[in-house]
């Protein structure tokens, strides 16, 4: 079976110190996989996609980057993270089109 | 045109009450998906729909894709506790890529 493993559960970091999150799929290959932002517990809101290695597409211009540097590793990265980077952050997955997305447990961002 | 309106944002009901939301979009589209989100955890799949009029239960929860393809609704019959949490409606775009609703905050008190 698939799963999806996010980590950390939580983070607090202080405003322009460097972040990096990983996501990892295992049991498929080739998965779509996709970091999307929560704040305030309400709207989802999608920051990166990727359909395979080195394939990046941002949605939002933030002060964030996405790499993909192996199948099923998904990282989130900042150089300086800021204050309006404090948020609910989550990965997800899925097959392809059709089949909704798996979502990780989320990493809770603070940036103190 | 992306854009999808869920309503209500919050509800608070009392334990055994049959609970309604739905989603609305100017777009029509080919696919509904609900989620919950328990709190601290990510959104998990509910039910999904693929066409239009598709009416489809899992348990105490039926969701149904509107005949204009343009909205959905969600029905949870005698809540219960357990039902707390937020609830979004998504669609899927291009590339596989999910948009979803503001969500709805429901509270259910024993």
């Known amino acids: 079976s698939q799963t999806i493993h996010q980590w950390p559960a939580t983070l607090v970091q202080p405003v322009g110190s460097p972040l990096s999150l990983e996501c990892t799929v295992e049991?498929?290959?080739?998965?779509?996989l996709y970091w999307y932002r929560q704040a305030a517990g309400r709207g989802l809101q999608l920051l990166f996609y990727?359909?395979?290695?080195?394939?990046i597409s941002s949605e939002v211009p933030q002060n964030l980057s996405a790499s993909r540097p192996q199948d099923r590793q998904f990282i989130l990265s900042s150089k300086k993270l800021l204050l309006s980077d404090s948020g609910f952050y989550l990965c997800?997955?899925?097959?392809?089109?059709?089949?909704?997305?798996?979502f990780g447990s989320g990493t809770r961002l603070t940036v103190v | 045109g992306q854009q999808l309106n869920q309503s209500p944002q919050s509800m608070f009901i009392q334990e055994g009450e049959d609970v309604s939301m739905n989603c609305t979009s100017s777009?029509?589209?080919?696919?509904w998906l609900w989620y919950k989100q328990d709190p601290g955890e990510g959104p998990v799949l509910l039910i999904a729909?693929?066409?239009?009029?598709e009416l489809t239960s899992n348990g105490r929860l039926t969701a149904q894709f509107g005949i204009t393809r343009k909205d959905s609704f969600l029905n949870i019959s005698a809540s219960i506790p357990s039902d707390v949490g937020i609830y979004f409606c998504?669609?899927?775009?291009?590339?596989?890529?999910?948009?979803f609703g503001e969500g709805t905050q429901l509270t259910v008190n024993p």
């Open positions: 049991g498929t290959s080739n998965p779509n």
């Open positions: 998504a669609r899927e775009t291009s590339g596989s890529r999910l948009t």
């Open positions: 997800a997955w899925n097959p392809g089109q059709g089949y909704g997305y798996t």
């Open positions: 990727s359909v395979g290695i080195g394939q």
């Open positions: 777009s029509i589209f080919n696919t």
């Open positions: 729909l693929y066409k239009a009029g």
